[in-house]
């Protein structure tokens, strides 16, 4: 058990950093294609549903949670749940999920955060094909990424250079600790990502009728496309499974990082209206920015409702990468707006990414002793060697079969394992005076309820449906080709091997 750990600066970073952690690359493109696929303005009542009954009760468990957890030394689930009274021996190794699960995101989620930069510095250098079709600017990103030889890129060179630039740049912060690195990038990056993102939307909103000759393409029409309610969609259980999803990826619950960056707060800090102004900080950029920005001027410029449903139906990589670019080279000063956006993106991806790395360094200094240097290094070196397989094998459905495990099962499942633990082990009325130590806020009780009945029963439910339906197939690989399986299954024993060292240390430890 590391005694000298660190704490946050003041009140306004922690929210910051949380606030980062939450807000990142899925707020302004998987949002808005949620959204509009979902019902547009109707999505948004199984969005909030999902945001009062399943993250919001989550968040203030992981607050206090990891708050506990940092008084008595550790930072991350295994410490923490294995010194929850009524937990036994076997409550340390389910907390491991909370300590592999970012690491499994972060292996391909720095990669991915990397395309950002570059694509910001091919938009300000003129290098982007502005003026080429949509062939053209696909051929630009495959050959980025090495899936094909163009003639904008003949291997993967630049994608490399770009990756090395995002690591060091992650793990410099990562190396400064908690209030010298993540903590004075939250404070400094955050408020440019809210300023850009509002200089973005005015711009989107102030393009008026681009083309008078087509007046049924404003911007009026477009904010009606995206926000008018279409009822007929919440008959739909996968809009509302959506909708669950979505509010697990903006929000960092289920993750083990808010567990983590809890942790170094102090024993009276705060954390009811801490944590939901964090939350609402999200919701800001996600529901106000990311709804107002991406799907909108799809719209506009691509031929209205055909138009945007084709960019929300094309996958995050194609909107962001190849939708957005286009669109930006049919205004004036596109190159300069196309690279404020994918600053934008960075930002929200690298204020992300560094909350992935942070649970593993906090295990190995609590758990281990380990020094941070120490810590940094060995870690550095294990994501490096992690990446590599990433950024080669991505045609291969090597990153799609990490982000599955680590971007979607491990969260609902680690979930409901915090908040079982949280409300029925430990017990919800030792958990809810916890949570209103120092409290700005009183939570309303009936939240005492939710944390206790409905949550566990939402992420029950989605655990069940999801099993019944999909456990089986997915575990058989049905639908992925026979070439693509060697290196799914190499993603699978990755995730294995590294889930294996985790809890070997675990047992080492205690």
């Not at 009062?52 to 506990?68: C, H, K, N, Y």
């Not at 300023?195 to 909103?205: A, D, K, S």
């Not at 106000?288 to 031929?303: C, H, N, Q, R, T």
């Not at 197939?473 to 399986?485: H, L, N, T, Y």
Request: some cysteine; aromatic content about 16%; glycine content about 14%.
């Amino acid at each position: 058990m590391n005694p000298q750990r660190e704490h946050w600066g003041s009140r306004l970073g922690v929210i910051l950093a949380v606030a980062g952690s939450a807000v990142g690359l899925g707020n302004f493109l998987r949002f808005p294609a949620k959204a509009v696929l979902g019902g547009g303005g109707a999505f948004m009542i199984p969005y909030f549903v999902a945001f009062l009954l399943l993250g919001i009760p989550l968040m203030w468990v992981e607050w206090t949670l990891g708050r506990m957890g940092g008084a008595l030394g550790h930072g991350t689930a295994p410490g923490i749940f294995d010194k929850l009274d009524g937990t036994g021996r076997w409550a340390k190794y389910l907390g491991t999920i909370g300590v592999l699960g970012p690491f499994v995101i972060l292996i391909y989620y720095m990669y991915i955060e990397s395309w950002t930069l570059a694509y910001a510095w091919y938009s300000f250098t003129g290098h982007l094909p502005f003026g080429g079709g949509h062939d053209q600017m696909r051929s630009f990103l495959a050959g980025y990424q090495g899936l094909e030889r163009n003639q904008y890129f003949s291997g993967l060179a630049p994608a490399l250079a770009f990756f090395g630039i995002t690591f060091l740049v992650n793990f410099f912060f990562i190396y400064r600790g908690v209030r010298g690195g993540i903590e004075k990038l939250s404070r400094y990056g955050m408020p440019v990502l809210l300023g850009i993102g509002v200089l973005l939307m005015v711009r989107v909103l102030t393009l008026g009728t681009p083309d008078p000759a087509l007046p049924e393409l404003s911007i009026k029409n477009a904010l009606g496309f995206v926000w008018n309610p279409n009822f007929s969609e919440l008959r739909n259980a996968k809009v509302w499974i959506e909708a669950a999803g979505q509010i697990f990826f903006t929000l960092s619950v289920g993750i083990g990082v808010i567990l983590t960056y809890a942790s170094y707060l102090r024993r009276k800090d705060d954390i009811a209206l801490s944590g939901l102004s964090a939350s609402a900080t999200n919701g800001f950029c996600e529901v106000i920015l990311g709804g107002s920005i991406v799907i909108p001027a799809a719209f506009v410029f691509l031929g209205g409702t055909a138009g945007a449903m084709s960019a929300a139906q094309s996958g995050t990589f194609n909107l962001g990468f190849v939708t957005m670019p286009l669109i930006f080279g049919k205004i004036p000063a596109g190159f300069l707006f196309s690279g404020l956006w994918f600053i934008l993106l960075f930002i929200a991806g690298i204020t992300s990414s560094v909350s992935l790395i942070q649970p593993a360094v906090s295990f190995l200094e609590d758990e281990l002793g380990w020094g941070r240097r120490r810590s940094v290094a060995v870690l550095g070196a294990v994501a490096l060697a992690a990446c590599l397989p990433a950024i080669f094998f991505l045609a291969h459905g090597f990153v799609d079969e990490l982000d599955f495990w680590g971007g979607t099962l491990f969260l609902v499942v680690f979930a409901t394992i915090e908040v079982i633990l949280f409300a029925w082990v430990y017990g919800i009325d030792r958990g809810w005076e916890e949570m209103h130590q120092g409290a700005r806020l009183r939570i309303p009780l009936f939240y005492k309820h939710v944390i206790k009945y409905v949550t566990p029963l939402f992420l029950l439910g989605l655990l069940g449906v999801w099993s019944y339906q999909q456990f089986w197939p997915f575990i058989a690989m049905k639908g992925v080709s026979p070439g693509d399986q060697p290196y799914q299954w190499a993603a699978r024993l990755l995730i294995l091997a590294l889930w294996a060292v985790i809890a070997g240390l675990v047992a080492w430890v205690w």
